[in-house]
């Protein structure tokens, strides 16, 4: 990326971010007001050194003193008080004055720049998970869980440090910086221009610095994505860790990810911590020069003593501020790198929901016409040249060798890929045209590997859409699924909470789960991928025949390994490897001796 570039980009970043700021610019100006009556504190209490030791010499009166001691001499009538006198009763009022102002200045752009940084903070983790609930399934394929959570985890973290602690040091250092420069020029501007030479310099370290403290945040972040993800898996897959002897494998990922980690965050603060001093150096130097022209007697005779100490207080009082505002810009950058990731995320396509076609409830003719697939970022034809048509409340079985494209059929259907070349249609109607969530109510699932949420048993099967089932309604749908029989087993029935994805439950318990969610539904379309396939046959058999009656007057597609249960399926699709290879009945393809009879006589054999 060209400087330039990186410059454009940078901005483009600062505006996106002031545009989540904008609903709360009342909350905003509240705590630059705060910032402003604190930096001002600040500068005054220089200001008042000026005032006491002008005073202590007998010098001068009034304004000369000071801006602080020229207000004292508006406000009160110093009558035949000397300069001494009056210092006496001005200068503690005035600084419990300045303090109190300085702290209540404090309190209010701390709290109220909090806010805005939380409420940022707030939105852009929402907007990042919503994008997440609309993304299309190629998201998923191309990033792993543990890299996505750290995004949600992680980055956002990243940019609530920029926001709170880095913005609240910069609005509020840099004012008091703002403000202790123009005082200095307004007691000598010709001084100050000592100072203004050394500017330049300190920002060339900070914007080279900069650039290293967002390359080192770029990574650090991925490096924590990595961190994540082999936590997740050796969390999640435990079991199989263990038992294959895996713990020396996943500990050195973890290791190797940790490790990098800790690399670029070393590199990170070894800048950090060679950036401030730098600073500081050249601020001393840059002092140095000034002491030394104010105390040249030329200058000397155009200060009183006390606006040379309240020049050279002002001064020294920057080194803090200066320092402050260098030493969060790390924290400023990984806020940066991370919004950088986190608005590349949220400018990444949805789901493509264009279509405007709704139906209360679809008749259910399903067809697919010369459908080919490839899946994003691959180039194996997965589906080659599918046609064939399923009528409304027909029961068709899609039986095939594993990976010859059964569950890839299904995804197209849902819509979890768009269509690439050839249509399905439903109704008619080519599936692109519905709006999605309404062609997805038309479908019940049941997918190859079910998923459980960490909630009750009840919320389980009445999710989504189907929350607010009623509990008659529920029950129904587990006794047709044969799942009443273990869930009134469970502790608290119906209300028991599930772990994890229904940890604690078995196999064919989850499945029988998932099939009272679809029976929930009574969607017109029902499919059903390898649902049975974790139950025993005696359970698999008693499901089936409940099944049989559900299917009854609705379409349904069924795919299973076990050939014994779609026998008895109106018609029978043999796929492989991405082609129809034959279709019709049970007898039919038996008749026929190919691939279906040989998978059939394979079955029995055993
Ligand atoms: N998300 C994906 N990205 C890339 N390729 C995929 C993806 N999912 C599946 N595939 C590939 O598509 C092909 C078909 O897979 P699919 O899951 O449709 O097979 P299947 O017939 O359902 O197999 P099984 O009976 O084992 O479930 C396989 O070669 C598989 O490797
Ligand atoms: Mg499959």
């Given amino acids: 990326m060209t400087e330039a570039r990186a410059r454009d980009s940078d901005w483009h970043l600062y505006r996106r971010l002031l545009r989540y700021v904008i609903p709360y610019w009342y ?10 009556l604190y930096s001002l504190g600040n500068v005054l209490l220089a200001d008042l050194m000026q005032f006491l030791l002008d005073s202590l010499n007998g010098a001068g009166q009034a304004a000369e003193n000071g801006l602080v001691a020229g207000a004292a001499y508006a406000l009160l009538d110093p009558g035949d008080m000397t300069p001494l006198e009056f210092a006496r009763i001005g200068v503690p009022v005035a600084m419990v004055l300045l303090a109190f102002t300085r702290s209540m200045g404090y309190f209010a752009g701390n709290y109220f720049m909090n806010h805005v940084a939380r409420n940022l903070v707030h939105e852009l983790r929402r907007d990042l998970f919503n994008k997440m609930l609309l993304a299309p399934s190629s998201y998923y394929d191309h990033h792993s869980q543990g890299v996505l959570i750290s995004k949600i985890t992680f980055n956002v973290e990243q940019v609530t440090g920029a926001a709170t602690k880095a913005l609240r040091v910069v609005v509020g250092e840099g004012l008091t910086v703002i403000g202790l420069l123009s005082y200095l020029f307004y007691l000598n501007w010709r001084l100050s221009l000592i100072f203004m030479l050394v500017a330049p310099c300190i920002a060339l370290v900070v914007s080279v610095v900069g650039k290293h403290f967002r ?149 259910g003719d399903i067809a697919f016409e010369q459908l080919s697939f490839v899946y994003p970022g691959t ?35 849902a819509r979890f890929y768009p269509v690439q070349r050839g249509r399905i249609t439903l109704d008619g109607v080519p599936i692109a045209d519905y709006r999605l969530g309404n062609l997805r109510r038309q479908l019940a699932m049941v997918s190859q590997d079910v998923t459980l949420f960490n909630d009750t048993v009840f919320n389980n099967i009445a999710y989504g859409d189907l929350a607010g089932a009623s509990r008659e309604a529920v029950t129904a749908a587990c006794e047709s699924a044969h799942a009443m029989e273990f869930i009134d087993k469970l502790p608290a029935g119906l209300d028991t909470e599930l772990g994890d994805d229904g940890s604690g439950l078995s196999g064919g318990q989850r499945q029988r789960l998932a099939i009272a969610r ?20 005696e359970s698999e058999h008693r499901i089936q025949r409940a099944l049989e009656t559900i299917m009854q007057n609705r379409t349904s597609i069924v795919i299973a390994h076990r050939l014994s249960t779609v026998e008895r399926a109106d018609r029978i699709v043999v796929m492989d490897e991405g082609r129809i290879i034959a279709s019709g009945s049970h007898t039919e393809l038996l008749a026929e001796d190919g691939l279906y009879a040989q998978l059939y006589r394979q079955e029995f054999s055993d």
Avoid: C
């Fill in 27 to 36: 909350l905003f100006a509240l705590s630059i007001g705060g910032y402003v």
């Fill in 215 to 363: 390359r080192y945040s770029r990574r650090i972040q991925d490096s924590m994505g990595d961190v994540t993800q082999v936590s997740n898996e050796s969390i999640g897959g435990y079991k199989e860790v263990r038992l294959f002897g895996g713990q020396q494998q996943q500990g050195d990922r973890f290791e190797l990810a940790s490790a990098y980690n800790r690399n670029q965050s070393l590199k990170l603060a070894l800048v950090d911590a060679l950036s401030t001093p730098v600073i500081q150096t050249m601020l001393a130097v840059a002092l140095g020069a000034m002491v030394w022209f104010a105390l040249s007697p030329d200058i000397l005779s155009g200060f009183s003593a006390g606006s040379l100490v309240a020049f050279l207080t002002a001064a020294g009082l920057l080194g803090k501020p200066i320092r402050q505002v260098s030493s969060v810009q790390s924290v400023i950058q990984r806020g940066l790198a991370a919004a950088e990731d986190i608005f590349a995320q949220l400018d990444l396509e949805n789901e493509p929901d264009t279509g405007t076609h709704t139906v209360q409830r679809a008749r």
């Fill in 379 to 413: 180039d194996l034809e997965v589906l080659q040249d599918i046609s064939f048509s399923i009528k409304a409340g027909e029961a068709v079985a899609l039986v095939g060798r594993s990976g010859s494209g059964k569950s890839t059929l299904i995804q197209l259907l």
């Fill in 518 to 537: 679809a029976i929930l539904k009574d969607a017109p379309v029902l499919i059903l991928d390898e649902a049975t396939s974790s139950l025993d046959n």
